[in-house]
């Protein structure tokens, strides 16, 4: 059945590997008109009638280690230092001389990795001696990579036809890589000497520039590195629209966007629309009433007006509420059936490519369960 519903057949099954390249060759447009269609195939078929919606945003973590400054700046030497070592083996010994501070700097590492452990402001101060050492250490590899980059523009270190063409690619990676190794050592010295935690530009990964720190409020992991991610649903769990943010909204920004999102792929304003008390705000209580909202079922948990608590307590709110509470459910799904709760995908493509694919399978799988309940047995 499934060989036949993917077109496989009695044909080879493709390799695993393979249809990795081919998910990675979809950009993030197409697979957003894919979802698009299956959610007009699940309207057709009344499975999502659009007369309700509710809606809730997760984290997507990106898929990176728990970011230290030490562990980043070992990271920017290790991509640096290989970086000019291929560069030596293609360009030979003309030009700056390659210095290997690898060993020097993972020692370092080692080092600062042990202070942080310990207590006591003798270990404080030996914390601050070897980030200072292992400071100037990646300033040295940096230095080296611009003379080499540079070396390179000026034609002093070349290669055969042949081969120019990655040392050329060489060079850019070194480009991209300094600045970064550069933002990483700015923001160590402010917290390491300054106690600055809040460095402007900061990043906590140098291959996932793009990744924030988002604290949600949860106990078991209070913060999160990766990017906020919006489901919204309607009737029998299907998931009708899904967005990547490149900054962190506030819940409250978001829900009138996401109402105008399910009238434009329903055809229809929502008669309920569910979601948890961020995103309540009068504006957008009003708001989604001048949209055709009949029921708006947001929680509002400051407030002191009585007819507002006895609303709250009504029969369709409570149920409202109760409905809402399955998108807490849906996201527990999508992350553990289908991936969502890291990306494996890179950069900011990677990541709306990653959610749309997981939210894509998680869709089939409850429109093929809504479909067979239609049929009967």
Known sequence: MYRDFTRVGAAKMPDAKTMGKWGMALRPEVVAQ??????QIAHDHRVAAGRRMRVDTTVVETN??????????????????RGLKKITEIAGAVGAKLRDRSRSVKLRVLEIARAARA???????????ASQRLLQATGRVVGQA???AKEI???????????????????????????????VMRQTTARVFAADTHAKGKIVSLFEPTTEVIRKGKAGKPTEFGKMVKLQEAENQIVIADEVYDQRPSDSDILMTAIETHQARLGRAPRLV????????AKNKAAAKTKGVKRVCIPNRSTKSPERK?????????????????CEGRISVVKRRHGLNRSRYRGEAGMKRWVGLGVIADNLVNISRAMAKQTGP
């Open 64 to 81: 990176i280690h728990y970011p230290t400054d030490s562990n980043l700046l070992g990271d920017g030497v290790r991509v640096l230092t």
């Open 274 to 281: 569910a979601a948890d008390a961020g995103f309540y705000s």
């Open 34 to 39: 894919i979802h698009q269609r299956i959610v």
């Open 153 to 183: 523009d000026d034609g002093v270190k070349r290669a055969e036809s042949s081969r120019q063409a990655v040392l050329e690619g060489l060079r850019r990676e070194l480009q991209s890589m300094v600045p970064l190794v550069q933002q």
């Open 119 to 129: 207590k006591g402001q003798p270990n404080r101060e030996r914390l601050a001696q």
């Open 310 to 326: 006895r609303e709250q307590k009504k029969r369709w709110f409570r149920n409202g509420q109760k409905w809402r509470t399955g």
């Open 146 to 148: 611009k003379r080499f």
